[in-house]
Every structure is written in structure tokens, then in C-alpha cells.
């Protein structure tokens, strides 16, 4: 548990934010967020803030990343490691391999390696017919002109953005989340 004796710990606490959310966003997109979240906190609301922060495992700060906007900065490596230096988190370690111990000895790799956290989830449905993407749109209702039928997409989660992303599919999955949904609405109106 946090305890905020006095003020300046608060200030501390926040500015150590500002500072990580500035080298990871140069923009000042994030930092400017949570700027405004704390501002407009109690000392008592921020420690409750701070509290759940250091106590549920799935309560982190948000990074918030517009890829496809126009005036965007993608995160880069290096404002990764100039965060995780500024936070003192190594980035490389040496892996120990403790399943593999002839001796008793676990085996470490030679080099350090890179390591971080990635999410990983198994991707089971790669397949068209089974994508929560709609692989066609011309099935549409006349009144409200949504998908219907097999042209339905239920939802598009956060895991099939990602897997698009880490597959290098930066346009289809900007025309997907974009033009892809309005072009009905355009062929109808130059048909029409």
C-alpha cells in the first residue's frame, strides 16, 4: 500500500507518470491524459487510484497508440528502452533454462537476450469463413443498410487487431475498421 504522507510523494508519483507516458509518447498524447485523470483526483482518490494500481494484477496505465491517424507516432524501440532505463527495467537478460540442468546446474545462454511481456493468445480462427470479419458485404438490410446473413461481423476483438498488426496487415486492416464498412452506402449513392 501506498501512503501519501505529504504532498510532494503525490507529486513524485505523478510526475514519474508524466515522465514515462512523455518517452514513450513524444507527442504528449498520453502524458496530457493522465494529467488531466489526476487533476482532477483528492489526495484520498489517488490513493485508492494508486492503491488498485499496486494491488490488481489487471489494473495497468493505458499506453493509447492512433496508428492510422494523420499526424500518428508509432511507438518505437527506442522509446521503450528510454522508458524502461528511465524506470530501471532491463530490457536484455540472460535466460536460464532450469528444465535443462545436467549437473544440477541450470543452463544460461551465452549472449543476453531481449525479453518483455507479450500477450499471446492462440489464433484459431485465421479462417474466412470463421473471421469475426464480414468477407463480404453485399448482404445488407434495405432499412438500417447494417450486414446481414453470412456478411454479418459479429465483433472485431482486440486479439484479430493485433494478430493483423503482427502479420504486417497494417492495410487491410485499415480498410476493414474503415472504408470497407461505408462501401455499400457509396456504390448506392452513385448508383442511385
Known amino acids: ?6 504532498i510532494n510523494n503525490r507529486k ?4 514519474k507518470v508524466y515522465k514515462v507516458m512523455k518517452l514513450l ?10 494529467k488531466k485523470l489526476f487533476s482532477s483526483m483528492s489526495d484520498a482518490q489517488f ?11 489487471d489494473f495497468n496505465f493505458n499506453l493509447e497508440i492512433t496508428p492510422f491517424e494523420k499526424n500518428h507516432t508509432d511507438l518505437d524501440l527506442k522509446d521503450i528502452k528510454a522508458a524502461a532505463d528511465y524506470l530501471g527495467v532491463p530490457l536484455d537478460e540472460y535466460i536460464y533454462l532450469p528444465f535443462v540442468n545436467p549437473n544440477e546446474q541450470p543452463i544460461r545462454s551465452r549472449e543476453v537476450t531481449p ?3 507479450v500477450f499471446s493468445r492462440r489464433l484459431e480462427q485465421i479462417l474466412s469463413k470463421k473471421n469475426s470479419y464480414s468477407s463480404e458485404i453485399s448482404l445488407r438490410d434495405s432499412k438500417t443498410g447494417q450486414v446481414t446473413s453470412s456478411d454479418k461481423s459479429g465483433r472485431v476483438s482486440d486479439v484479430e487487431n493485433y494478430a493483423l498488426l ?5 492495410d487491410a486492416l485499415k480498410e476493414f475498421l474503415g472504408p470497407r464498412a461505408y ?4 456504390t448506392s449513392l452513385i448508383a442511385g
Do not use: C
Open 183 to 186: 462501401h455499400w452506402l457509396l
Open 115 to 117: 525479453v518483455g511481456y
Open 25 to 34: 509518447d513524444p507527442q504528449g498524447y498520453n502524458e496530457k491524459k493522465y
Open 12 to 15: 513524485k508519483i505523478e510526475e
Open 1 to 6: 500500500m501506498i501512503k501519501l504522507a505529504n
Open 47 to 57: 490513493t485508492r487510484w494508486m492503491n488498485k494500481f499496486l494491488s490488481e494484477e
Open 166 to 170: 503482427t502479420l504486417g496487415a497494417k
